[in-house]
């Protein structure tokens, strides 16, 4: 099954496009709202998977919060809906002026990732005459071995407050007069789906680290368990919506959680990828000796996915019919110079031709948000199920 879309609507439009379907995202949204109602867990959309302003728009009207890693996502979240005391900042290389930023708009929290970094913020604090709330980033050393998908909660990595380090964090900050201590977060690695696993030890991780800090003589009043939840690249029609129900049930499970003490999560990809499509048009189709090349318009500076790390992206020809679909195999490559352009290879996208639209699917999340102007290109334009209308339309050039 391909994607749900009037086709002869999209063939007018300039591409390459991000094309964004905004029912489905609505009802990835109330999907997460009901459970995060039902469980008692706040959501803070990672607005680092695509900070598109009707899409931030759209999930903050949801009322969730916002997880952000720059000044400028701690704005635009601002900017587009979010109230100031629900977006979190978070990130090992916070500047100067962020932080400034970040105080004024009167964020919920900053995720504090070392003690240099928690001395600045309480002496910027101290001069604008505020207070300003903090969660401790731990680094929770969770071994890789363990499991495949745990990639940023290890020691060797540059996130977060080692263990040997716990004790003076917490002395340095009974110095620190200008901030209010929160709670303890951390986040392991991404597109997790052995949900039931992988967060079962992330929640017991956390247990144990909350009692160490505990221990200390820090009340630890809210519980911030990161992203990571994973979806279904290989079938985004069947797997439209995220397994969030499996992810709440067993952060609820297996958390220790004392009365009045909050949990959050910061989901990115999950909320926003499967809304999205890279739409591309064959400019050409190019028959080698062993191979067939489906060359497209778009570039790996439009979806850098595939090329960084081999992501695998569905790609559904919208003009071939579904017979046809075995008929041939192409490599699906872009116009960029360079050999790691390519979306995927030996796809059966059905009988292609020149002019035919490609949609490749799930890039919702790290797409646009990660796009360059490598070779001068522009960047892709994004298209919204609902506004079809306002995109700007293909010119006719008469090569057809
Ligand atoms: C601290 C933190 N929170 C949340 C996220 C969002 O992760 P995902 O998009 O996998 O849900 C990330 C992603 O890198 C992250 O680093």
């Not at 060797?156 to 007069?177: M, Q, W, Y």
């Amino acid at each position: 099954m391909a994607l749900n879309v009037n086709i002869a609507d999209l063939l007018t439009v300039r591409t390459p496009f991000y094309y964004y379907d905004m029912d489905l995202l609505e009802k990835t949204l109330d999907t997460v709202k009901s459970l995060s109602e039902k469980y008692g867990i706040s959501v803070h959309y990672a607005v680092k998977a695509n900070n598109e302003k009707k899409i931030l728009r759209k999930i903050a009207s949801y009322g969730f919060g916002a997880d952000c890693v720059s000044g400028n996502e701690v704005l635009l979240c601002a900017e587009n809906g979010f109230a100031g005391n629900k977006i979190m900042f978070a990130g090992v290389g916070k500047t100067d002026k962020e932080i400034y930023d970040a105080l004024k708009t009167g964020i919920y929290a900053f995720n504090v990732e070392s003690v240099p970094e928690m001395k600045v913020i309480d002496r910027m604090a101290g001069h604008l005459g505020v207070k300003a709330n903090i969660q401790f980033r731990i680094n929770p050393n969770i071994d890789a071995h363990t499991h495949k998908y745990i990639t940023t909660g290890l020691e060797e990595n540059k996130f977060g407050i080692p263990h040997f380090g716990f004790a003076d964090t917490v002395s340095a900050l009974k110095d620190c007069r200008n901030l209010n201590f929160l709670g303890i977060q951390f986040h392991v690695g991404s597109q997790i789906t052995d949900v039931e696993n992988v967060y079962a030890l992330v929640c017991r991780r956390m247990n144990e680290i909350v009692a160490e800090f505990e221990a200390m003589g820090v009340e630890v009043r809210s519980i911030d368990l990161g992203g990571g939840l994973g979806i279904d690249y290989g079938n985004p029609d069947e797997g439209e919506v995220a397994d969030f129900a499996t992810w709440m049930r067993v952060i609820s499970e297996n958390i220790r959680r004392r009365e009045g003490q909050e949990i959050h999560v910061e989901p990115g990809r999950s909320l926003v990828a499967q809304c999205g499509s890279l739409m591309t048009k064959v400019l050409y189709v190019k028959n080698g000796e062993k191979k067939n090349f489906a060359i497209v318009d778009a570039g790996m500076n439009d979806l850098i996915r595939p090329a960084l790390y081999q992501a695998y992206h569905r790609i559904d020809n919208l003009c071939a019919d579904e017979e046809g679909r075995s008929a041939a195999k192409y490599d699906v490559v872009g116009p960029v110079c360079e050999s790691s352009d390519v979306f995927g290879e030996d796809r059966e996208l059905g009988l292609t031709g020149r002019g035919d639209l490609l949609a490749i699917r799930s890039a919702g999340a790290y797409g646009a948000v990660m796009a360059s102007r490598y070779n001068a290109k522009e960047f892709a334009q994004a298209v919204f199920s609902d506004d079809i209308d306002s995109a700007e339309k293909e010119v006719d050039w008469f090569t057809r």
